[in-house]
């Protein structure tokens, strides 16, 4: 791939990716695995590429949404474990076993499908049970997970290898009792497992908010999304994190992605004419408009219309009128140097400047998960020094 033939791509960084996962390395226990989360295709970063780096760090667990994303990484050649965390319909449960994917349960449905697909192939179907304590999200209790647990100690074929929750509330607040409370939950229902007679499995409870701030919620393993990227989770957890750490703490993560493109066509607008679909902008001076080959399809939120801005020079250059489909005009009137094919950065640093995730996000009425999320997959991704 050569970028000189790239309207639009994303740099991964892998120093920053590596500083990353080096913090949370040191915040872990020495018995403590870190998993790393690549589901939503590396959260915009690129599902391959981001396992080639957590790869290169010697990360033994990706976790991921989907059976679909779990076999892009077999496909890919990786052999670490994969931990699928959504849902998989009964029908390719045999998929996942034949894999040798670990999968969550928490119904009794498709813990039989598992037992009866393993039997099957004479293999073991390797399950993490997921217990609820608050999120009501996915998740098993009381006497569901009793039946679930009594359907379990007569399958002969299945391995339990973990048991685990997701916490509710840990990034929007900085008061944490009700982690707490799930916490002490989750500790009920880990026991009442134990007493059933199931052991040696993995316990794990912490994805990014909680690995940060949150030291004994980290269990056997941590569940890493967000952080690896170089994003905190919200506000309040960065703030919580600084504030226990003081001075210095503040550039402990890296963002690990760039979003760039590049110039298409720079134009005079005379005063008074308008810019882009609806008419929304009118320009009140002489303007040069430059057009710029994103748009919402590519992940460049269209609510970006008028409100946002992109990086020429190191300067600001206001989104003008609407975001099209594949299209945005930035006003370059005063970046006077401005140029066809120029870089402009949509996410990310150009000299003394940073346009972050969370910037666009606020301007988009949402959080920084989207926003990269969203980044659409026909982007290239290109890994960087
Ligand atoms: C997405 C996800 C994570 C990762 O969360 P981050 O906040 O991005 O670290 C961890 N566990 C589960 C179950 C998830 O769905």
Request: glycine residues 8%; contains cysteine.
């Amino acid at each position: 791939m050569n970028v000189k033939d790239l309207t639009s791509w994303i740099e991964i960084s892998q120093k920053a990716y590596c500083k990353n996962i080096d913090f949370f390395r040191s915040r872990v226990a020495k018995g403590t695995e870190l998993s790393v989360v690549i589901k939503a295709n590396g959260y915009g970063h690129g599902i391959l590429e981001i396992a080639k780096l957590a790869d290169k760090k010697g990360i033994s667990t990706f976790c991921v949404n989907s059976l679909d994303e779990a076999l892009v990484l077999k496909d890919g050649g990786f052999l670490q474990n994969i931990l699928i965390l959504g849902p998989v319909m009964l029908n390719r449960i045999k998929t996942v076993v034949e894999n040798g994917f670990e999968c969550v349960c928490y119904n009794i449905e498709n813990l039989k499908v598992f037992e009866e697909a393993a039997s099957a192939r004479n293999k073991s179907a390797k399950i993490h049970i997921k217990i609820e304590t608050g999120t009501n999200r996915q998740g098993i209790k009381g006497k569901k997970l009793n039946d679930f647990l009594d359907e379990l100690s007569v399958c002969k074929n299945i391995e339990l290898m973990g048991v685990y929750s997701h916490f509710a509330n840990i990034e929007d607040t900085t008061d944490h009792s009700y982690a707490q409370y799930q916490k002490t939950s989750f500790m009920e229902a880990v026991s009442f497992i134990r007493k059933s007679g199931f052991k040696d499995f993995k316990l794990h409870f912490a994805s990014s908010a909680a690995a940060a701030i949150f030291k004994d919620t980290h269990f056997d393993m941590i569940r890493l999304g967000i952080s690896q990227y170089g994003l905190w989770s919200s506000k309040e957890t960065y703030l919580t994190y600084i504030s226990e750490h003081g001075h210095g703490s503040e550039h402990i993560l890296d963002p690990v992605l760039t979003w760039k493109a590049k110039i298409a066509q720079i134009k005079d607008v005379g005063k008074g004419e308008f810019v882009g679909y609806g008419c929304t902008k009118q320009v009140t001076r002489d303007s040069k408009i430059a057009v710029l080959p994103v748009g919402y399809s590519d992940g460049f939120d269209r609510k970006l219309s008028n409100q946002g801005y992109v990086l020429i020079h190191g300067k600001r250059a206001p989104v003008q009128g609407r975001v099209a489909m594949n299209l945005t005009m930035v006003d370059v009137t005063d970046i006077p140097g401005a140029a066809i094919e120029d870089e402009v950065v949509l996410i990310g640093k150009q000299k003394d400047e940073e346009i972050r995730a969370e910037h666009v996000a606020a301007l988009c009425g949402t959080i920084n998960y989207e926003t990269v999320a969203r980044i659409a997959a026909h982007i290239p991704r290109i890994i960087v020094q």
